[in-house]
């Protein structure tokens, strides 16, 4: 089977840093797992990889999409697995979209694609009525995908909804009834720095983010798009417009970026631990971490 090598963990752990550092070790490309870093034009708050980084080592499925398009884990896993395909030798994914890595993992073939007119009409509601209408029909209709699946996120709670009303049943039973063979050997690489390392690297990252011109990137988009897109979901950007609005400080918005920020890398732990074939690191050790990946390229799968 393929090799991969999957480098998982919270937002702000250091996975750009580690997944480029491999990938010039092995000589191979990165496949973006964040679905906050698809979209074209959100750059900041999404924290994608720099343009010098990117240039280091070639990366697919980042900063590629209008954010005028719908984008879900089923177009995900077609896209990353014709990458794959076309990749020689081992191929790394990186990101925080834990849907994402398990969609390569499990190889979701039977979820279903969904008819245009059941995602627009779910979309339409949601600009209308907002996340509490997602929420509300799925405590009618599947009440137990709401303990499975982040229910702060929007898309999440979407896809979902599309699932039942395209099919009658859960997206649970196509993650749990899936027969079809894995195809991926994978080497599942996490990063768990601890909470005091994570706050602080947190703090920093927010700061850095207005040094590098939030407040200008936001302005920016108001302008070119409508704030109902899901792109301006990213933490930081609804914000922002608070503070051009008059209803924050700069300070209060680095106040709650940092309280939602951190809220969001408790809940990717959450879902990255119950892997139990993750190999958990608490620190950047590069010589430690190649031999590990080492040990793993050399057995058999």
Same mark, same amino acid.
């Given at each position: 089977m393929k090799k991969l090598i999957a480098i998982v963990g919270p937002t702000a752990s250091g996975k750009t840093q580690l997944?480029?550092?491999?990938?010039?070790?092995l000589k191979t490309e990165i496949i973006n797992c964040d679905s906050r870093q698809i979209y074209k034009d959100f750059n900041i708050a999404t924290a994608k990889p720099s343009k010098e980084q990117l240039l280091e080592v070639p990366h697919h499925l980042v900063d590629f999409l209008s954010p005028f398009q719908s984008f879900n884990v089923k177009d995900f896993e077609i896209l990353a697995n014709k990458i794959i395909e076309n990749i020689p030798g081992v191929v790394i994914l990186a990101g925080g979209t834990g849907l994402y890595f398990q969609s390569i993992e499990k190889n979701l073939d039977n979820i279903p694609s969904i008819p245009n007119e059941i995602r627009e009409s779910i979309q339409k509601n949601y600009e209308k009525f907002g996340k509490e209408y997602l929420l509300e029909q799925l405590k009618q209709k599947d009440p137990a995908v709401l303990t499975r699946i982040d229910i702060q996120n929007p898309r999440r709670l979407s896809r979902a909804l599309e699932v039942f009303l395209t099919t009658g049943k859960s997206i649970l039973e196509f993650w749990g009834n899936n027969q079809t063979p894995?195809?991926?050997? @994978?080497?599942?690489?996490?990063?768990?720095?601890?909470?005091e390392q994570l706050e602080q690297n947190i703090q920093q990252r927010i700061e850095q983010m207005f040094l590098c011109g939030l407040v200008e990137?936001?302005?920016?988009?108001?302008?070119?798009?409508?704030?109902?897109?899901?792109?301006?979901?990213? @933490?930081g950007y609804l914000e922002v417009v608070d503070y051009l609005k008059g209803k924050l400080t700069l300070e209060e918005v680095k106040k709650i970026m940092f309280t939602k920020t951190r809220q969001y890398a408790k809940r990717q732990l959450t879902w990255f631990r119950k892997n139990q074939n993750i190999c958990w690191i608490n620190k950047l050790d590069w010589a430690e971490i190649e031999k590990r990946v080492e040990q793993f390229l050399s057995k058999n799968p």
């Open positions: 997944a480029i550092h491999l990938a010039k070790v894995k195809k991926y050997d @994978i080497f599942w690489l996490g990063i768990d720095l601890g909470w990137e936001t302005k920016f988009l108001v302008k070119k798009y409508p704030l109902s897109l899901k792109s301006f979901e990213a @933490i």
